[in-house]
């Protein structure tokens, strides 16, 4: 072994519970060899180097259990291995997985320790190693080292690999509760929770309670509308249509403006709202019939979306989407407006780890800017605001900055929200629907002691489109818990 290296002896993946911690973690043997009799306080500019890379390093608390506990360590002096462990669970953040367990101990033989961190997904932990060495390496023997490509081929690996973010909320949640968990695909999001009796598994959002009648009914906008429909919900009128001429007819019935969408569709796509014109309407049903099995003209009710989690029955969370605009400058093109004002948004990604997409002229908003008398190469006048996206749905999601508690002052959408829950989807955990409210109660006088007013959904005007088939989390997860 030459000089100053690092060599991984044996890596052991531990699965379930294990000496170390309950979730699962991987445990390297390495050998640092003449590492041994240079810790790091006698390895000159290795604080330096490592604290200017790895900025994260500070949040990292150590034994001193302090923010700049680990860097205290480093610069004090500590050994090969454990800057290992550290830089790896650094790597592995900034791969966009959660914040991991880590330990190094070493052996009764001189130089090899045991180096133990999270498991999230073997060939991501293995590969956070393999960086990990080659980054402290060049560290230590100050050579230059390409530290955004290494975490570009990570992130591209934890993005193949790694749970979607949904199935990720449910696992983590369920470890902080001391309940361990196994990974049954490779690729896939199937998930057991458990061992024996108390075991139960998990796909994305669904879990072994999912009822299969429920998941038939959620997948048919129409049959959901009349069945929440049958218990008092409030639905917007609207009909299945099977041609263009018919999609007209069927708006003109039920007045303007108009939505149009696929019956079976999800995640907003082929979604087209506020349609005034045959033409619109013409265009919108060419996209919406190509997206599902067939497509619904509705009446389009103005108002702001929200999105309503439901969970075991309850309403859990909800997010409020805001209309995508930019403001022009009077130099720049509407492409260039969206890249400078709406995607520079660092929680806009291109993964399933970022809360919002980026967002690009599709079809829907050549159509919106067409009513605007805009193309994406248009230049707007300086200060003129020019809307992109009305309905911020979960692949292209607006501004969903506002986040609610329930209010106590209007309770009714929340009761009629969860009354449809249990009719679509009778047996589903978890649902997600997009009601759009209308309107403001009007504010209580000062002093006065306030009582729940009874049920009145239609005065309110809040109706629900349809429910998602597979509910993503994200309200959950980046909108605000309510009490």
Avoid at 216 to 226: F, G, N, P, W
Avoid at 276 to 300: D, H, N, P
Wanted: with cysteine.
């Amino acid at each position: 072994m030459k000089n100053k290296d690092i060599v991984f002896r044996d890596t052991i993946s531990l699965r379930g519970p294990n000496i170390w911690t309950y979730p699962p973690v991987i445990e390297t043997w390495i050998d640092i060899g003449e590492l041994e009799d240079f810790p790091s306080s006698k390895i000159p500019g290795l604080y330096e180097r490592l604290s200017a890379w790895l900025p994260g390093l500070v949040e990292h608390r150590c034994s001193y259990d302090e923010r700049g506990g680990f860097l205290r360590r480093l610069e004090e002096g500590t050994w090969a291995g454990h800057i290992l462990e550290h830089i790896v669970l650094e790597l592995m953040t900034l791969a966009g997985l959660p914040d991991g367990f880590g330990r190094t101990r070493e052996t009764t033989t001189r130089g090899v320790y045991k180096l133990v961190v999270s498991n999230f997904h073997e060939e991501v932990t293995r590969m956070s190693l393999d960086i990990g060495r080659e980054l402290l390496l060049a560290a230590i023997a100050d050579q230059p080292y390409d530290l955004d490509e290494a975490v570009r081929l990570l992130r591209r690996k934890v993005d193949r690999k790694y749970l979607g973010p949904s199935t990720a909320a449910i696992v983590l949640a369920g470890e902080k509760r001391g309940i361990p968990h196994i990974r049954l695909l490779d690729d896939g999001n199937l998930v057991q929770l458990g061992y024996g009796a108390a075991m139960r598994r998990i796909w994305t959002a669904e879990t072994d309670q999912t009822s299969a009648i429920a998941e038939t009914i959620s997948r048919d906008k129409d049959l959901t509308k009349e069945l929440i429909s049958s218990v008092g919900v409030p639905v917007p009128e609207g009909r299945e249509v099977d041609s263009a001429d018919d999609a007209w007819d069927a708006a003109e019935d039920i007045g303007l403006p108009v939505v149009v969408k696929p019956t079976d569709g999800n995640h907003g796509r082929g979604v087209f709202i506020d349609l005034m014109t045959r033409e619109e309407v013409a265009k919108a049903y060419a996209i919406a019939v190509e997206e599902g099995s067939g497509v619904l003209v509705e009446r389009s009710i103005q108002g702001i979306e929200h999105r309503l989690l439901v969970v075991g029955g309850k309403l859990v969370a909800a997010n409020r989407s805001d209309l995508i605009t930019v403001t022009g400058d009077g130099k720049s093109t509407v492409l260039e407006l969206i890249d400078s004002q709406v995607n520079i948004d660092p929680r806009r990604g291109t993964t399933e780890l970022h809360p919002l997409s980026i967002i690009k002229i599709d079809t829907a908003a050549k159509i919106e800017l067409e009513r605007q008398g805009l193309t994406g190469d248009s230049v707007p006048a300086k200060d003129r605001e020019v809307l992109i996206q009305r309905n911020a749905n979960l692949e292209a999601a607006g501004r969903t900055g506002r986040r609610h508690r329930r209010s106590q002052r209007r309770p009714q959408p929340a009761h009629a929200h969860q009354a449809g829950h249990r009719q679509a989807a009778p047996g589903r955990p978890g649902h997600r629907r997009q009601p759009v409210r209308q309107g403001r109660q009007r504010p209580r006088a000062a002093g006065r002691r306030h009582r729940h007013p009874r049920p009145q959904h239609r005065r309110q005007d809040g109706r629900p489109p349809h429910p998602s088939l597979r509910p993503a989390f994200r309200p959950g997860l980046h909108g605000r818990h309510l009490s």
